[in-house]
């Protein structure tokens, strides 16, 4: 594998390919504990206590899986230093390069920090395109195209996605989402019936902010979150 390595001291027992966190002391560095930060993974070869361990330090690594997780996943610390898929809410330390089908699997992975996910995997009740407004399903889990009269949910991926497919809706922060008309920065953001951002009109319940500008078609940032309803005389 490619990246920096450098040599430390290992201050608890370190298997091989293990994510590993700096220790109490300069110089040395510990398996990483579960839900936290990692600054490499150990290197080939197991150390004992206070034995030395190769750490990599960035660039494309190969870790042991402590479960399944698909090509791509954003991967977390679990336990004994094992990569574990992360859930919304984690913040994660790499990202999967290959596929585990379990606890033990060797992947390689590319060592990237990110912060805390906003994203949640649905089942497509219909066929659903990319950066649409999603709104909640008639079944547990399942979400439907966006439309005026609902609250929506998230947005879709870039990725269109048929129905019974697994979907990531991103559920908070700025999303990328398709205007279905004019935008102006600064609009108050309503739900048309296709599921596109639209600029709210009178008596509109409203769902986030333009940061960017765009027709018909285009595809702009909104910073998503219910904002109120519009006034009657807009």
């Not at 230093?81 to 809410?89: F, I, L, R, S």
């Not at 390689?108 to 649409?132: D, M, V, Y």
């Amino acid at each position: 594998m490619k990246g920096n390595v450098l040599n430390f001291t290992a201050s608890n027992a370190v298997p091989a390919f293990r994510f590993v966190a700096l220790g109490a002391t300069e110089g040395t560095v510990a398996l990483a504990s579960a839900d936290g930060d990692a600054v490499g993974v150990s290197y080939e070869l197991d150390a004992a206590q206070d034995g030395r361990q190769d750490v990599q330090l960035d660039g494309i690594a190969e870790v042991t899986a402590g479960g399944a997780f698909a090509v791509g996943a954003k991967l977390k610390v679990g336990a004994n230093g094992k990569a574990v898929a992360a859930a919304a809410g984690d913040a994660y330390v790499a990202v999967a390069l290959d596929a585990a089908t379990g606890d033990g699997d060797l992947v390689r992975i590319k060592l990237e920090k990110g912060a805390a996910t906003n994203e949640t995997t649905f089942k497509a009740e219909e066929a659903i395109g990319k950066h649409l407004f999603v709104k909640a399903g008639t079944d547990t889990n399942k979400v439907k195209v966006g439309t005026a009269a609902s609250a929506p949910l998230g947005v879709s991926g870039d990725s269109d996605t048929a129905s019974g497919a697994n979907i990531v809706i991103q559920t908070s922060g700025n999303v990328k989402v398709l205007a279905g008309g004019n935008v102006a920065v600064g609009n108050l953001i309503a739900v048309d019936s296709n599921g596109k951002a639209v600029a709210a009109g009178a008596s509109a319940e409203t769902y986030g902010v333009a940061l960017t500008a765009g027709a018909s078609g285009d595809i702009i940032t909104v910073a998503f979150g219910y904002s109120g309803k519009t006034a009657a005389g807009l």
